[in-house]
């Protein structure tokens, strides 16, 4: 496969899953920042903006809902929106029109197409439930009809590294307001996970279990430990290496490192330095990004001529 259409590939499933996992994270907190009155606005808004990795207002600016709304949903030029995740999942598949399906690419572009450019505060759970629709409709699409190649594992493995990614985001910010919230059951709901997470633990939710259920369960495909290990099927699947040999490529060698501190530490150790062990959670997945690139999308790849030779 070219270089170019996997490294399309692999943008399409991170943009679909960021934009998906932006939408869950700003419909808990921009819910809870209206439904609480005793939380500090700035404080917390600039608190998410930063877990989001997106660019702060100065000091002297005063952050409101509607500021972190209109810079994580609709700003086009904004990395960490919305807006711009739905518009680079978009350009990718186009970029990698001959290998995307048809229903696909009309998804996406269609997606693209209809993102509005403003939203009434009113309508914020509307919006993000439609983004979430249709995140869902491109992965159903893609689940369903492409063949388990190495075209269908560059998209697993794009949208595995970013669920990893955004769920360590997720708990990172319920540090954000620890004294009111967001609740445990919040947060599962948020990820679509409190159903999963009764019939697994067969009661209310508590720090520990919650925690543990999102970290380390191995069946609930929007945890962290199952995003990782989905990751590095992939990566196996791409690229089957000598079962004599230790792990030799740089992505797996970070993916298996990260996975084994958070399965053999004790759950109530992680809990107690949260966003910490969240922060090297993405950090791992970012690293690993940047080691996917270098082996599978170098950017300096083109032949240097010299005379005759090259």
């Known amino acids: 496969m070219l270089s170019r259409i996997a490294e399309s590939l692999f943008w399409i499933g991170r943009y679909i899953e960021r934009s998906d996992g932006t939408a869950r994270i700003l419909d808990v907190h921009l819910q809870l920042l209206l439904e609480d009155p005793w939380i500090e606005e700035n404080l917390a808004c600039r608190s998410l903006l930063a877990v989001m990795g997106a660019d702060i207002p100065p000091d002297d600016h005063e952050l409101t809902r509607a500021d972190v709304l209109d810079i994580l949903a609709v700003d086009r030029t904004q990395p960490a929106s919305i807006a711009y995740s739905l518009g680079a999942a978009r350009e990718n598949a186009r970029r990698a029109r001959e290998i995307v399906s048809t229903e696909l690419w009309e998804c996406l572009n ?9 939203i009434a505060v009113e309508k914020t759970h509307e919006f993000f439930a439609w983004v979430r629709e249709r995140s869902a409709l491109a992965v159903g699409i893609q689940e369903s009809a492409a063949s388990r190649d190495e075209a269908w594992h560059f998209f697993t493995l794009g949208r595995s590294l970013e669920r990893a990614d955004m769920t360590a985001r997720l708990l990172a910010t319920r540090s954000l307001t620890e004294a ?11 990820c679509g996970a409190y159903e999963s997470y009764l019939r697994t633990y067969r009661g209310v939710p508590s720090a520990r279990n919650a925690a543990e259920f999102l970290l380390l369960d191995r069946l609930f495909p929007r945890s962290i430990l199952y995003s990782v290990s989905r990751a590095e099927q ?6 089957p290496r000598n079962t004599r040999l230790a792990v030799t490529d740089q992505a797996q060698r970070l993916l298996g490192q ?4 958070l399965e053999y530490r004790p759950i109530m150790d992680i809990l107690h ?3 910490h062990q969240m922060d090297l959670v993405q950090e791992a997945t970012s690293e690993a990004s940047e080691a996917i690139r270098q082996r599978y999308f170098p950017t300096n790849a083109a032949p240097s001529w010299v005379g005759e030779n090259v």
């Open 180 to 190: 009111s919230g967001p609740s445990w059951t919040t947060i599962l709901r948020s």
């Open 110 to 118: 269609t997606t693209r197409a209809r993102m509005p450019r403003r």
């Open 234 to 239: 992939s990566l196996r699947d791409i690229e």
């Open 273 to 275: 330095d949260l966003p």
């Open 258 to 261: 990260i996975r084994s501190q």
